[in-house]
């Protein structure tokens, strides 16, 4: 369908009022009062002190700082979806400007990445060419729709005085450890003053100063919040990087490229993220997020509650983790997973006396059942291995473990559905009480004992069962030994019992398990941050002192990473910066006493995240070259205040796709800030809101291609492209679904107001909504209404009439305050879409009224639609003859008496007798009632001047007067 409508170019023919509101004279207009904008800098919010201090009168003012997550510098630009969360926080942060707060709104850009590297690699363009432009092409996108941005605030996460402190930070964390029970970061000195005094001893005795240089790294990489670690990984030779689980194909091949993708170890950086699974779990409380993004959170963390249990094996012991310790007694057989450390050691060199076939998976001895087994088990991802519906499989590694609470030997299995990276990579397993157990148990012909009495009728024989039976309303059965009975208890009760008794014979302890790993933090990327890591010849770690930072990206021949034999897994990724031998190789005097030295920088860098973990903070004092933020600058805007015990940005918008991973390593990033004394807030984003997302129909034909959107044409209620008929459906709108609608032509067909009003308007902003630029029109003829009802198409001029406010007729009074405290109270509540149509009421009801405006209301719906329409909002408030900016002016406040909307019918009674009516306020009090029915005339004449014996008032319905 043709995306121009012949009604939107109406306007701008010649034959129409030639000071009529027009396309071109919207871009007239706001193209004018951009420049004047950036010309005066109204948008600089002042600090309270440093390079952006400003007008103290602002910085006495509450403050709000409005935040939008910042965009990454796409090569294709912005589509209109993109704006939407910019267009609502600008609104926002206008209102909050009117209403007396010192705003802080900017954006920057999020700008290292895999695109830009991509194609650097296929162009041989350097990345941050490429990135730059984007960036300038996406700037002046975003300046043509009239953002009130701070643009001095602005910055990019590849500007080397950026990635500088980003540098600094993980220095920051490479140089702290969590200290159990002080429950937070303390410097890595601390530790090792502890560890020097003898206040903490050694692991494996001895004293830390008879430690070697290795020994002592070794030791504190155990504490460290950054450390490295020989990490699984997911290596795809045929790629020459290692994947995320989520690049992984279920049959364990690279998305990208189908090459095949081993799980290899790998020595990479980690961030201790686990240290603060609690606190990250505590603190949401206090935040105000959408539940569901609240309990997304919560589930990555996922706390379980449960129990370690040990049970022996020659001497040795496999320790568990369960959530059901009270089951234990129906424990009939373990199992490690593949991977699990200890199964070479457990597994013997013969079957066992008795061992069943079906346990050996035909193979001759234990151990070539279980290399057997793990060679399968490592082609598979987590998720598959995991899968519900899937069929169990296993080996027995030929060794049987002691059941502790009664001595039975369980059988003890190697089996993928267990995982190593979860509790401890070995459970009990409870064929009655779980289903995956259960299955295993029928497969491999294993005992089910019934240890719960089953509540649905089923029996307590589980030979006759089909499935597990698990309820935490039944009552423990069969679970009793010399010293401990569960029978008859329930669920928690048992588990109170047994771990007790655990606790007490030493074979286990009640604990906390998360599902919440370590935040893998190495990439064999080119375009990211460096680590300000280098090595010496032993291999042991340094960071860089700060005076080294930044420590910048180094050109390097090739971005791309080196590619290998798809097949040959013993290979290793080899990144581009280490092919720099120049940069790679160096000889630093660190300032550790040591002199100058060679060493070997680290050569990976850091993850896409990392910029984005912080840059709250930057934004507070973008300039400062001393410290990552000046306290007192980040006390003022993000401290803790009442209703904020963890302080925070007020506003912080963006997609809900950023639910987990962004929003949890920049709160953990926030808090080892805090702990360590830089910053006073222990939360990065106290409000959270998810704007929904634009969506756009997506043409097909017959084949499924998608056809450009703007060529399809409908014909009674079909579409066609060129003839041929094309199915239509609603999804996503971008660039390779042929239905990207710009920013750009809408501004160039409208103007920025009307798409700024149109995309507020579409609908909820946390709904998603389909784009139809036939309706955009709508908000441009409210505009143009709005201009008429201010200026006089034909000469240009005002054509208000300048009355008082007592002279304006009550009506439209009435209309003007109503629509005031209501659009006061849906910006504040951030229903952009039902302020508008309050807007739209007020500006219909004045057109329908005819005649000039009166200035109060004319002033005032003009103060209404700044936030919204920012653009023609300055021109009109000029053209009222004011000469400040309507930026800052207050915004209007609605008189009470007006909103009141309906009245309500008071009854007035003498004996019982209905002698008035009076209409009153439905608030009225029963003073003012009462008085008003005592001077009613009718009620005067009807008490002839008798005297009162008793008035009863029922505000605001009744009074009843009894007379003397
Ligand atoms: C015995 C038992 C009996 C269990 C029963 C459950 C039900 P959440 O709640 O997710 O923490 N488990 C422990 N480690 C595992 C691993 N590495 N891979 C796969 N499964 C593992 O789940 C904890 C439960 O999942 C644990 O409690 C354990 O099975 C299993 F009626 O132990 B349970």
């Not at 364990?252 to 081993?262: I, L, Y």
């Not at 519906?389 to 049987?400: E, H, L, P, S």
């Not at 005992?447 to 597990?468: K, L, N, Y």
Request: aromatic share 10%; proline share 7%.
């Amino acid at each position: 369908m043709s995306e121009t409508n012949p009604a939107a170019t109406a306007p701008v023919t010649a034959d129409a009022a030639p000071h009529r509101y027009t396309a071109a004279m919207a871009a007239e207009i706001e193209a004018r009062w951009q420049d004047f904008w950036d010309a005066e800098g109204t948008y600089a919010a002042p600090n309270p002190k440093g390079d952006l201090a400003g007008d103290p009168e602002l910085v006495a003012r509450p403050k709000k700082f409005i935040m939008d997550m910042f965009p990454y510098p796409s090569g294709a630009g912005l589509h209109v979806g993109h704006p939407l969360g910019y267009i609502a926080t600008d609104v926002f942060a206008r209102f909050q400007r009117m209403t007396g707060h010192n705003v802080l709104h900017t954006l920057g850009f999020d700008a290292f990445g895999l695109p830009a590297e991509q194609y650097a690699v296929q162009t041989g363009t350097h990345p941050r060419a490429s990135t730059e432009a984007n960036m300038k092409n996406m700037v002046s996108q975003l300046r043509r729709l009239g953002l009130g941005h701070d643009k001095r605030r602005s910055f990019a996460t590849i500007d080397p005085e950026y990635y500088k402190w980003t540098q600094w930070i993980f220095l920051q964390i490479f140089n702290s450890w969590y200290d159990d029970e002080a429950k937070r970061a303390r410097p890595i000195s601390e530790l090792v003053a502890q560890f020097d005094s003898g206040e903490r001893a050694v692991p494996g005795g001895g004293t830390w100063s008879a430690l070697t240089e290795a020994e002592r790294a070794d030791l504190l990489g155990e504490y460290r919040l950054a450390y490295a670690s020989d990490a699984p990984v997911n290596w795809c030779p045929g790629l020459g990087t290692v994947l995320a689980n989520e690049e992984v194909t279920a049959d364990g091949r690279s998305e990208r490229g189908n090459f095949p993708v081993f799980k290899s170890k790998l020595r990479q950086w980690n961030m201790r993220i686990t240290a603060y699974a609690d606190r990250l779990l505590d603190d949401l409380d206090q935040l105000d997020w959408p539940e569901a993004i609240k309990l997304q959170q919560r589930n990555w963390i996922g706390r379980s509650e449960g129990a370690r249990v040990d049970f022996p094996v020659d001497g040795e012991r496999i320790t568990v983790f369960t959530t059901r310790p009270d089951t234990l007694f129906g424990a009939t057989y373990m199992v490690l997973a593949p991977e699990h450390p200890l199964v070479e050691k457990f597994t013997p060199a013969a079957w066992p006396e008795g061992t069943r076939d079906a346990w050996t998976g035909g193979h001759a001895t234990p151990a070539e059942a279980v290399a057997a087994y793990r060679a399968q088990a490592a082609s598979k991802s987590d998720v598959e291995r995991q899968a519900e519906a899937k069929d169990k499989t296993g080996v027995f590694i030929g060794a049987y473990a002691t059941n502790p609470v009664n001595g039975e030997q369980v059988p003890v299995f190697v089996a993928d559905y267990v995982l190593m990276g979860y509790g401890t990579g070995a459970i009990m397993a409870v064929p009655a009480g779980d289903q995956r157990d259960f299955e295993f148990a029928r497969a491999f012909e294993l005992p089910i004992r019934c240890i719960v009495e089953p509540t649905d009728g089923r029996g307590t024989d589980p030979s006759t069962w089909e499935s597990a039976f698990a309820s935490y309303d039944a009552k423990i059965m069969n679970s009793y030994n010399d010293e401990v009975s569960l029978d008859g208890l329930g669920v928690v009760e048992a588990k109170e019992r047994i771990t007790e008794w655990l606790e007490r014979t030493g074979a286990g302890a009640g604990t906390v398990n998360f599902r919440l790993r370590d935040w893998l933090f190495s990439r064999q990327r080119y375009w990211g941050e460096p680590f300000p890591i280098v090595y010496d010849e032993d291999g042991i770690a340094h960071p860089l002192p700060a005076s080294m930072l930044p420590l910048e990206l180094p050109e390097v021949e090739d971005y791309s990473p080196r590619t290998f034999d798809p097949d040959d897994a013993d290979t290793k990724p080899e990144t581009p910066l280490s092919r720099n031998e120049d940069w790679v190789h160096v000889t630093l005097d660190l300032g550790d006493g040591r002199g100058p030295r060679r060493y070997r920088r680290e050569t990976n860098t850091m993850p896409n995240w990392a910029g984005s973990c912080w840059y709250e903070l930057r934004y507070l004092d973008p300039h400062n070259s001393e410290q990552l933020v000046d306290p007192e600058i980040e006390q003022y805007w993000m401290g803790p205040r009442e209703g904020l015990p963890h302080g925070g940005v007020d506003l912080y918008v963006g997609g809900a796709e950023h639910a987990v991973l962004h929003l949890l390593y920049a709160r953990f990033w926030s808090k080892v800030l805090f702990d360590l004394g830089h910053v006073s807030s222990a939360e990065p984003f106290h409000k959270l809101f998810n704007q929904g997302m634009i969506q756009a129909y997506v043409y097909r034909d017959s084949r499924g291609i998608a056809v450009p959107a703007a060529e399809v044409e409908e014909r009674d209620g079909a579409y066609f492209h060129g003839g041929e008929k094309v199915s239509r459906l609603l999804g996503k709108m971008g660039k390779s679904l042929k239905n990207a609608v710009t920013p750009d032509e809408i501004c160039a067909e409208y103007g920025a107001d009307t798409l700024r009003l149109y995309e507020m308007a579409m609908g909820p902003l946390d709904v998603s909504r389909p784009w139809d630029t036939r309706a955009v029109v709508g908000q441009f003829r409210l505009l143009q209404r709005l201009w008429r009802n201010v200026v006089d198409e034909n000469t240009g001029r005002l054509s208000v009439a300048d009355v008082a406010e007592t002279d304006v007729d009550a009506d439209t009074l009435r209309a003007l305050h109503k629509a005031i405290d209501g659009v006061r109270q849906d910006l504040e509540g951030m229903r952009f879409n039902t302020a508008i149509a309050k807007v739209t009421e007020l500006n219909n009801h004045l057109t329908k009224v005819g005649g000039p405006v009166p200035r109060p209301v004319a002033e005032r719906l003009v103060l209404l639609v700044a936030p919204l329409a920012p653009h023609v909002a300055e021109e009109l408030w000029r053209k009222l003859g004011h000469t400040s900016s309507v930026v800052h002016e207050d915004f209007p406040v609605a008189d009470p008496a007006y909103v009141v909307d309906e009245t309500v019918t008071c009854v007035v009674q003498i004996k019982g007798k209905v002698k008035a009516r009076l209409e009153v306020s439905p608030s009225v009090s029963e003073e003012d009632l009462e008085k008003a029915a005592l001077a009613d005339e009718k009620v005067v004449a009807a008490l002839g001047g008798a005297g009162i014996r008793k008035v009863i008032v029922r505000a605001p319905k009744l009074v009843n007067i009894v007379p003397a």
